[in-house]
């Protein structure tokens, strides 16, 4: 696989070609949030699902990965107090990040790459959060994935009820691992109730099989590739394009 890393204001990214990737060809787009720099978790998913794009069982796609220089604030929705030991305030600026997305990141993409429209979006963690907020401010992206997605977030399941998805055809991969639930911090602890609810209101907000929710064993920080891979995968085959 070929990486390319480049840097778009104050974001780095990395874009990931398919194998035997063709510039007159048309691409099914993916966009993966990172919560720290470095393409790894990128070249690990891509190597796990390789093989079953080499076959045929998903189609190639454009993997682009993106880092911000303060994901508390890149990736939060509004301000918020600190819930980690020795963490910062959250900053609120994930409205900043969706419009950075629609009016500078993806043009440039689509200006270099041969990519199809309403790419997938996706995250981990706070990241994940980030990724699911988007589908309430922007009708750009046609799937969605939030893979451990700090839900947990104040505040976050009365804006999921108050709100509509942008796009009401979206497609949404919500995933957790089993152990989560188990913090011993109590706001972290409410991550496996919250993440269930949020499921339940993309029920009734998408079309019919169009949300997805699964629960991996292990915790926070177990398997975070394979989790990603498995994100991809579901979100490649679904895609609407």
Known sequence: MKILEERCGGWAYWVCLPPHFREDAGYPLAC?????PGSGTMEQAMTILSPKIQSGILPPFLLAG?????P????????????FRGGGDFGGRAGETVRFLEERFLPGL???????PRPALLGYSLAGLCALYALYETDRFGSF?????????????????GNRPKNGAARVYLSLGSGEERSRNPVLAT??????????LLRGQ?????TFY????????????QRHARALEWLMEKDPS
């Open 32 to 36: 993966l949030l990172l919560n720290s």
């Open 66 to 70: 993106l880092a911000p220089e303060d």
């Open 72 to 83: 508390n604030g890149a990736y939060t929705p509004w301000l918020g107090k600190a819930v």
């Open 110 to 116: 689509e200006s270099r790459f041969p990519v199809l």
């Open 145 to 161: 994935g939030s893979l451990s997605g700090s839900l947990w977030y104040e505040g976050w399941l009365p804006f999921m009820e």
């Open 191 to 200: 991550v496996g109730e919250r993440t269930r609810a949020a499921a339940r």
């Open 206 to 210: 998408l079309p019919q099989g169009g």
């Open 214 to 225: 699964e629960e991996s064993p292990g915790g926070h920080f177990k398997d975070v590739p």
